[in-house]
């Protein structure tokens, strides 16, 4: 899937972004998207969530981090297209073993460090609306703002069972 995606558009696209397909809302476009990535200064980004799955054991591995939202969330990730195209092989050549789930592996290679990726924990690209996590956004506003690090972020996930219409305005 998505390595061949990669492999087959990287010269026409300078970027990739993917996301879960079935619960995501986007709240910003690509003019938005971009200058919130290219500001990581990392060629690969991931959403970040407050939750530690599929492995809590891996807690301690993370790095520290200021924000709740400190874990790996494989709802959404994004990259150049030339990191995408070494990471987006090496993902599906895991895979292939079906071995663990996609956000199992992805954190394994995160963990790694093998690849340069970089979590958005301030939640800029991506909001998990998982848990807790709608207590942490201010709908008052024109467009849901996060509490904790005053964020505007550009996606919601539902994040497999949380409710998307709270943040539908």
Known sequence: GQARFVRENADKYSHFLFTDSYDIVFAAGWEEI??????????????????????????????PSPHRCKYLNAGMWMATAEAAIPFTQELAEIAARREKCDQGIVTDMFLSK????????????????????????????????????????????????????????
């Open 34 to 63: 971009l200058p919130k990535f290219e500001a990581f200064n990392s060629p690969i980004v991931f959403g970040a969530e407050c939750y530690c799955w599929p492995d809590q054991a891996q807690m301690p591995l993370y790095p």
């Open 114 to 169: 093998k690849h340069p990726i970089v979590l958005d924990t301030a939640c800029s690209l991506l909001f998990c609306m998982n848990m807790d996590s709608p207590h942490f956004l201010d709908l008052t506003g024109a467009r849901p703002k996060t509490t904790d690090t005053g964020e505007e972020p550009c996606m919601f996930h539902g994040n497999g069972a949380s409710d998307l219409r709270a943040i539908c305005w």
